[in-house]
């Protein structure tokens, strides 16, 4: 075997500026929350500079450098901003400790191909940057009212308790305002009984709609996959719109079957789009041997397409049942007092008595999904197995 290439240690002219740019950009929140942001700018872009110079001029022992800078960005955390700014702190020496010698020794193109530009290099990380800068501007309200939903005081902010880390600042006052209320429990009591039922419908209706639209035969079949689809790009407020004037010249307005029907409409989509994407993979040799060997299309159905379909059902049900236990805006339209759920009541909680309670039911229903999103993710990979889209 050729021994290694070394990576080539990169000039300062390139790694340098790089650093300082991140600095800068660390620098703007940090003076914007001292109360000026442009000269967080300027200082986080010179400092970072002049520490990239002394850790790869002045002293080249990575490790002790990398420790040095991690401690130095925690104790100026810890003036700045106590025991939680000695957290960030530390945080953002560690990374910039790492971030200057990963550029500095080269091995930001270690993983990647020898032939590609510099161009090319540059859009490949500055993609997954502005990826990551995505990510964190959707999650970062999620990650805030988590913690406040501990606060012990009815407030909507952090207070200086719970900025010290004192233990007084937290409480589980709010989750167990939230299990003895008897407006929340009939809440998720209604949200309970609606999600389910409505799932097991959209699932039954997508599953079968899905696998007749995947034949060939079928006419119209993208003018049909449109029309199902569409309450999932139509702006929810009109599908809410047309679903209570139809449901009131029906007599289905204000009843639980009206608000079941309108979130099966709703989550069907989902279903559809799962269950023809796990049918792309499907060989339907199978479905014709099971027939020349006597077996009904019931028969088939359960006992050959459902095993090997049966990830992309589950997913798109699960998709469903989320659609369902989220939506606020269909049931507000076609639902009667008697049908308030969950996010309903969190509608009402901010709109006529703004209760802390409601952090406490965002972070529940933030950990459900999570569980329900990690399934589907394992469902996902374990029909690619299946299908042998993807090793054991």
């Not at 290099?121 to 990551?132: D, K, N, Q, T």
């Not at 369902?324 to 007092?337: I, K, N, P, R, T």
Request: net charge positive; proline share 5%.
């Amino acid at each position: 075997m050729a021994a290694l290439t070394p990576i080539s240690r990169t000039p300062v002219t390139f790694y340098v500026p790089v650093v300082a740019a991140a600095g800068a950009f660390a620098g703007l929140f940090v003076g914007t929350a001292q109360g000026s942001g442009l000269l967080g700018i300027i200082a986080g872009a010179a400092l970072m500079a002049v520490l990239a110079l002394a850790m790869t001029r002045v002293i080249e022992n990575e490790k002790t450098m990398r420790w040095a800078i991690a401690a130095l960005f925690l104790a100026g955390g810890y003036l700045l901003g106590g025991i939680p700014g000695a957290v960030m702190g530390g945080a953002f020496g560690w990374f910039f400790g790492w971030f200057t010698y990963w550029l500095y020794e080269g091995r930001y193109r270690a993983k990647l191909p020898p032939y590609l530009t510099q161009g090319q290099v540059l859009w490949h990380f500055a993609f997954r940057v502005i990826c990551g800068a995505i990510l964190v501007f959707l999650i970062t309200p999620i990650l805030v009212v988590m913690p406040l939903s501990f606060n012990s005081q009815n407030f909507f902010t952090f207070t200086p308790e719970m900025l010290r880390f004192d233990p007084a600042g937290y409480s589980l006052r709010h989750y167990r305002d939230f299990f003895t209320s008897d407006d929340w429990q009939q809440a998720l009591r209604n949200s309970v009984m609606i999600a389910p039922v409505a799932t097991l419908l959209s699932v039954s209706f997508g599953t079968l709609a899905a696998i007749g639209l995947s034949s060939e035969h079928v006419p119209f079949r993208r003018l049909i996959m449109a029309i199902l689809i569409s309450p999932m790009i139509v702006p929810l407020i009109i599908s809410a719109a047309g679903m209570y004037f139809f449901y009131s010249r029906i007599g289905l307005q204000g009843t639980y079957f009206g608000v079941v029907l309108a979130h099966a409409a709703l989550g069907i989509p989902f279903v559809i789009i799962t269950v023809t994407a796990t049918l792309v993979g499907f060989d339907r040799s199978l479905t014709r041997a099971a027939a020349n060997m006597g077996a009904d299309p019931v028969t088939t159905f359960f006992r050959v397409q459902m095993p090997l379909i049966l990830p992309g059902v589950v997913s798109g049900g699960l998709f469903a049942f989320i659609t369902s236990f989220d939506e606020v805006v269909v049931v507000l339209f076609v639902g009667s007092a008697g049908q308030k759920t969950l996010p309903w009541q969190m509608f009402t909680g901010l709109r006529e008595q703004i209760s802390p309670t409601i952090l406490a039911v965002a972070t529940i229903l933030v950990g459900i999904s999570i569980c329900l999103l990690t399934v589907v993710e394992m469902l996902r990979r374990r029909s690619e197995r299946l299908r042998g889209m993807s090793p054991e």
